[in-house]
T-cell receptor
């Protein structure tokens, strides 16, 4: 069965510091991978997605993620954190099953310190 | 493009009543929509897959008679929480599939 693991339920970084949010997946077939951001009481906004094209994926708001098959990872990074990046981040995996069901990780709450 | 709306954005109801939540794809047609539930500080849990013109497919442990899903058109799916109880209080999020899933803004349900 497919699963997604996000290491670290809470991550704190200083403003201007590197952001690294970890995501590992388990899959016997190449997955589609997604990173979403959620602000309080709001829905999910897509940051970026991997769909078997380039392994380094650039998204919105300066975020990027690298698909590493050997490590079954899809970590999210941003070179310099802004206060507005404080939010909940979810990694998700999907596979072709006709309905493209998503499996979400448990989420990582990012706190940005002034 | 690919905008999904939900209505209402929040609702408060008394225990024992039923509540209907609408999910609409505003600028595309979606044969498949999904309903998720999110408890505070937790991840999204898929409740069911809504298929236009057919019965919804529920995830294990989700009561289909309690959470009624209707997908009567290619742009509208509804989730009705029947005989709501305080433990049904949660954040409900829908998504509509158009190659990938596009998520609605969520509905906060509070059952008193």
């Amino acid at each position: 069965a497919q699963s997604v693991t996000q290491l670290g339920s809470h991550v704190s970084v200083s403003e201007g510091a590197l952001v690294l949010l970890r995501c590992n997946y388990s899959s016997s077939v190449p997955p589609y991978l997604f990173w979403y951001v959620q602000y309080p009481n709001q829905g999910l906004q897509l940051l970026l997605k991997y769909t078997s094209a380039a392994t380094l994926v650039k998204g919105i708001n300066g975020f990027e993620a690298e698909f590493k098959k050997s490590e079954t990872s899809f970590h999210l990074t941003k070179p310099s954190a802004h206060m507005r990046d404080a939010a909940e981040y979810f990694c998700a995996v999907s596979y072709s099953s006709g309905t493209y069901k998503y499996i979400f990780g448990t989420g990582t709450r990012l706190k940005v310190l002034a | 493009g690919a905008v999904v709306s939900q209505h209402p954005s929040w609702v408060i109801c008394k225990s024992g009543t039923s509540v209907k939540i609408e999910c609409r794809s505003l600028d595309f047609q979606a044969t498949t929509m999904f309903w998720y539930r999110q408890f505070p500080k937790q991840s999204l849990m898929l409740m069911a897959t809504s298929n236009e013109g057919s019965k919804a497919t529920y995830e294990q442990g989700v009561e289909k008679d309690k959470f009624l899903i209707n997908h009567a058109s290619l742009t509208l799916s509804t989730l009705t929480v029947t005989s709501a109880h305080p433990e049904d209080s949660s954040f409900y999020i829908c998504s509509a599939q158009n190659n990938e899933q596009f998520f609605g803004p969520g509905t906060r349900l509070t059952v008193l």
